[in-house]
């Protein structure tokens, strides 16, 4: 085995990689867009709201944080259909079961982050006679934000790389893609080590801004 | 109703029900007045401030302000106190921990509330709080973070951003515990500056040579009352009270203030 024909090989697989990789960030992008604001949403609930609402909040996060990622892929995709007679079908299964883990880990950053901004601050708004109206938009929210940035692109980064699961429930991502490449032509080395570069390369790159983020701005202003 | 500047009456107030950390609080101010408030650690005396500035609920009693209501606790709705933002509006309080707001500039804290409280153009905002500030020499760090100023740069900052807002009186709860030594002279300074302007001011402090200087009457609280209630340079050298007198002995190590 040489460089080259492996690269060469590679080169020949790049197309169904490709298409696996775009459907990873398809799936891992859907999860984020509807699993960040519900994480915000679930947040705000569990620390203001109706305590009905409350413990429905809390539940959910607790059930979705401590189980495993693939056995809520499978209980949607097996189970709920058995249980209740709703088949989402594969793809919406997938996309349900990433954004309901995206929104419990995202509530837990989210809530941290809203309880780290102190009771100071909203004294020194009510001292400077600011009502809600002005306080939440440029006070808490700006800093509850801030703060929340570097844990919540962690989780994106979490949600992304838990994405491989989803080959498990017969989604065409990166993951499976590799892994019918290295089926089909028996060659496991070559194909499921550039799988895994390219999870690497995608995940460290976020964490990388993460880190030039918390050291360049949120340090600056002694967040 | 009589139309004294500050009239605090019957002020109560517990943290859940149990002590009363102000049991039946009175007392009087007139416009002008410096009045300095000490007392042992626990003894109400950041409570007092709070109330008077409206970040406490009471269980009973009421604050006027120049003659006006402004707070006043309802019988039978202990949660519900009658509070007249507007009132509020005039007075002013400064904090031990500064509390800035961190993601914004200095100048970015002055003028929020005159912006998007008070509906004050920017550019008019802008001009009046480079003008305070160049006034207390921080127009060079107009445009920095809070995070990059000293502790006494800070604390003169949240001073400028209360005074922005033209209040008539100050409410100071122990601004320069948090500062190291050699920053506490720069905060004093600029208070001193204020009494020389006449700013009515209500100062808590552990501070008390610079009470003396400051104070143009000084409260000495315990248990939730005032003990006692005289100009300092009676109380400073003699205290009516024996429990003032202990209290001075123990701040300062020696028996009075000369
Ligand atoms: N938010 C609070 N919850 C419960 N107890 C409080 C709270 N704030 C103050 N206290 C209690 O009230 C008493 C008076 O506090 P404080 O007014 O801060 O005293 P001082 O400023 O004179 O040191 C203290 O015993 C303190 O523990
Ligand atoms: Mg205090």
Redesign the interface.
Known sequence: MNLATSLSFLYDYRLALFTGLGNTLYFTSLGLAIGLPLGFIVSIIRQSGHPILKAIATTYVEIFRGTPVLVQLFWFFFCLPALLGVDLGNVTSTITTLALYMGAISSESCRAALKSIGA??R??C??????AR?SVP??IL??TI?RAVPTLLSNCVTLFKESALVSAVGMADLMYQGQMIADSTARPIEILTATALIYFFIAFSVTRIVTYYEQSFLK???? | MSSCFLKVQNLRKSYGGLVHVLDGMNFQMEPKERIVVIGPSGSGKSTLLRCIMGLEKIDDGRIEFEGARYIEAQANRRKDNLVDTAVRAKIGMVFQHYTLFPHLTVLGNLVLSPIRARGESRASATERAMQLLKRLGLDNRANAYPGMLSGGQKQRVAIARALLLDPKIMLFDEVTSALDPELVAEVEGLMLELAEQKMSMMIVTHDMWFAKRIATRVIFCADGHIVEDAPPAKIFSDPAEPRTADFLKKVLHVDTVS
């Open positions: 100071e601050q004294d020194a009510i001292a400077l006679g600011l009502p002005v440029y006070v700006p800093q801030m600056r202003l002694k967040l």
